[in-house]
Structures are given as structure tokens and as C-alpha cells.
């Protein structure tokens, strides 16, 4: 099968959608000829041979518009080359494009929100989304054929909207760490890590009022805040922190590669607080590298509590509170059980051999949409 996948960049680290993204077509093209589409070519940037950068065009760079990438889909569809398109996220040029090009040449479209579609995420952001949503973006989903979830809470985002599609619930997946890359942390001092964007969509507001709650009890651990600054945010953190006068509290510029590994296991616990999150893939990094997990509920771990591998509690501070008061009393021994315990979570739901396998049975079924052959994991309802 010849598949084309759309997305603005592959090359940005800080997000994490790029990253999983271009390992997710890693996987496929073992089985299908993959072409990954992209609007921000770079000089320099080691990409796979599978995937096309196409250079921008005039215009805000938040856009992504880029006449090359177009001219590219539209001429390889026009020569009967593309059986499917995927397209990853909303809200930019190349999103508008694959919609465009599908509709053009009627092509089946699978439409991956990474999110986007979430009420906090769709709340915030540009004024722009206003004119961009019924002008271009809307339009562009109109021949959706198949919407990709990557948890139920996102599914239930995407019927709120409105769309009727089918849609495949597939988690994101994880690359499962060897023992030999994990090393301990010999610290004196325990750690709570927060690794991504500085963002208010974190709850990183929630985090330093329920840190402010136990900071006296549990004197021995600090607040370690990694990750890139979006908005200017920081300062504001950094103010509220000084206002509630918090201790052992340090923030971190943005981390990537084997820094970031580093970052995670030479903490206890990672804590993500968010209000809203479709998948949250620090938390399946943390949960590889046997890192036990707090996580509100604002993404969809609740995996967490059934597999006894942290905690997933209420978006509030007082049950963030109560959930770090539990985890961090537990012993070093206690911790690392519960760490062993998200790793059989990673390995039996999220490592890339089982979403690649369900990926490729979600895009037999878009070409072919017999009832019949249905996976279980697509829901028309």
C-alpha cells in the first residue's frame, strides 16, 4: 500500500508528536511504501529515506505554508501513486492540504487530531483559529474518512465535535529501553520530576500550590521543572513560586536525547499535572524507564491505578496533594516495584510492534471498509 503521511515538521524536538510520528512510520514502512510529508525543511537535519521535506513559502512560519508540499501531493495523487493519506494535526497549511488533495483525486483520509481537538486546547491558543476553522480547516475534514484516536478520552473529543466518522482507538507507542541504558539514581536527594513544554495546559500552577503543601513534610525531596518555555509562561511560574515562598524548587531549560533519559532516571517520580492531554508521551517514557507515575486526570492514564504503577488522581490540588503524599512517602524498594510494574504496562500496550500491527489493520480497512473485517479497536458509533 502506498501511504502518505502529512504533518508540519519531523524535525522539532519539543514536540513530542514529531518524535512519535516519524518512529510510528519507522515501523510501517517495514510493511508499506510510506511517504512522510512534511513543511519545514532544514539544512543539516538527518531525516529517514522515507520521509519528503518541502521548503516554506512566504508567510507566517506558525502556518506551515509551503506551495512545494502541495505541488508534491497533488502531483504524486494525480499520477495514481497515493492510496491513502494520513494526515497528523490540525491547524496549520499542511493539515489543509491533505484534506484538499483527498477531496481533489477522492481518496480515503484518516484525520489524526493529536489532541487538538481537546476543550482546553481548542479554548486556547491564536484568535486566528477563528478564521482559520471555518475557512480552511473545517473544509479540510470534510472527506475524513477514519479519525485516529489515541485514547478513549480523545474519541469522546472528536464525537463532541460532531464528526460521525469511524474512529481507531491506537495508543501512540513507546520504544522499551534495554536494562543496560538504565542507571540509578545515587542522588541523596529524592526527586519529582516534571519533563515538557512550560505551558498552562501543564497545570503547572496546580503542581506548585500542592508542592507548597508538602514541602515541609518530605524535606529530603525537591521539585526538579524541566522544559521549554512557551508564551513567557516561566516568569509566571517563577513568580508564583517566590509568592508562595516554595523550597527546593528548580527549573530547567528543555532537555533532548540521552539528556532527557538521564533526566528521568535519576528522579523517583514523575509528576504530570495537566488539565488536558490526548495521550502524554512523558508519561509512557517515565513508565519504560521504570519511573512510577502521578498523573491527573486530564490525560488518560488510568492504566496507572490498574496496574499499580503510580497514581491517577482528580485535576485539583487537593488530590494532586494526596497523591503525592502517598507516593512520595513510600519507601525506595516500594518505588522501584511500582516502577517494574509500568513496564509491563509499556511492554504489553504500547510497544511499537503492537500499534504498528494495528495501524496497518486500520489502513487495510480504510481502503476496504467491510464490515466483516472491522478491527475492534475501530468504533463506528
Known sequence: MNIYATIHSIGDEAKGTSYLVRRMYEEISLFNN???VDSDFKENLHLPSFSVS????????KLGR???????????AKAGKIDLIHNHGLWMMPNVYAGKI??????PLITSPHGTFAKEAWESGSKIKKIFWPLLQKPALEPTSCFHATSLLEYEDIRRMGYKQAIAIIPSGMDIPTIESIVSNTNNMKTLL???RIHPIKGL???????????NKFVDWQLKIVGPDNYGYLDELKKMASELNLKRVIFQDAVYGDEKILEYVTSNIYVLSSYSENFAISVAEALALGIPCIVT??????????????????????????GMDIMMSKSSE??????????????QNYSWKVVRDKMNQMYDWVVNPQIENKPDFIVLD
Open 34 to 36: 510510506v511517504k512522510l
Open 194 to 196: 516534571f519533563l515538557g
Open 54 to 61: 518541502c521548503k516554506p513559502s512566504f508567510g507566517p512560519a
Open 334 to 347: 516500594e518505588l522501584r516495584l511500582l516502577g517494574q510494574n509500568g513496564v509491563k504496562l509499556i511492554e
Open 102 to 107: 483527498a477531496k481533489k483525486y477522492g481518496l
Open 66 to 76: 509551503s506551495r512545494e508540499m502541495y505541488n508534491f501531493l497533488d502531483e504524486h
Open 297 to 322: 486526570r486530564g490525560a488518560p492514564w488510568e492504566e496507572l491505578n490498574s496496574y499499580n504503577a503510580g497514581a491517577w488522581v482528580d485535576t485539583n490540588v487537593e488530590s494532586l496533594t494526596n
Open 205 to 215: 500552577d496546580l503542581l506548585l500550590k500542592a508542592w507548597h503543601n508538602v514541602q
